[in-house]
């Protein structure tokens, strides 16, 4: 009996632990932090990353937000520090028109060749 006391109590230790650090933002922060991708970390946003990088990202964008800045300023900041890639929701202009119209592009170009196919099988 003991011993489940003890596990359970260390059971609910980690879940409130754990519940806290993700109630530690606001809910804007947070959305934010999804959006800006960790340049240390391979696929990873900074709200994913444990990395020193994206802690000190965390910082400078509550650091940002504290001081009034918008959340598109805060976006155009850091993408002008490190670029457009910092960005999963890049803007749509000259450099990025390709990245945007690729997939549209790609999924017709697709629905074409599986009408082709099926209009000769049909033959």
């Known amino acids: 009996m003991k011993k489940i006391i003890s596990f359970l109590l260390v059971f609910f230790c980690f879940i409130s632990n754990n519940l806290s650090a993700s109630e530690k933002y606001s809910d804007l922060e947070n959305k934010i932090f999804k959006n800006l991708r960790c340049l240390i970390c391979q696929g990873q946003s900074i709200y994913d ?42 803007q749509v202009n000259k450099g990025t028109y390709l990245l945007w119209i690729l997939p549209l592009i790609l999924f017709l170009l697709g629905g074409a060749i599986i009408l082709r196919k099926l209009s000769i099988l049909k033959k």
Do not use: T
């Open 49 to 90: 990353s444990q990395s020193d990088f994206s802690e000190s990202m965390k910082i400078v964008v509550r650091k940002n937000l504290q001081e009034g800045m918008s959340e598109k300023e805060i976006y155009n900041s850091l993408k002008n520090k490190y670029g457009e890639w910092v960005l999963y929701d890049p």
